[in-house]
């Protein structure tokens, strides 16, 4: 929720979907959190779609694309280990 805290305030209009993505967000990463692996993924998962929002709502990051990018692989593979283990 700390994210959301950060981002509401600057949402002007958008915020009632903030609100909502953010709820589905987190529960999607508690639904995550059956194992290790697919839990790590899920964090990554909130982290990646986290930081467009800073970026767009907050400060604009330096290479923001390499960080989301980044995020977002590291937990579709973290998930996909998951399946496995």
Known sequence: MGMGRLIFPKAGKLRGPVVAYVVAILTMAWLGAVSALAGGGAALFVVSDGL??????????????????????????????????
């Open 52 to 85: 467009p929002a800073y970026d767009r709502f907050v400060r604009p990051l330096p290479h923001a694309r390499l960080l989301v990018l980044t995020t977002y692989w590291l937990a579709q593979w973290l998930i996909a280990l998951s399946i496995r283990a």
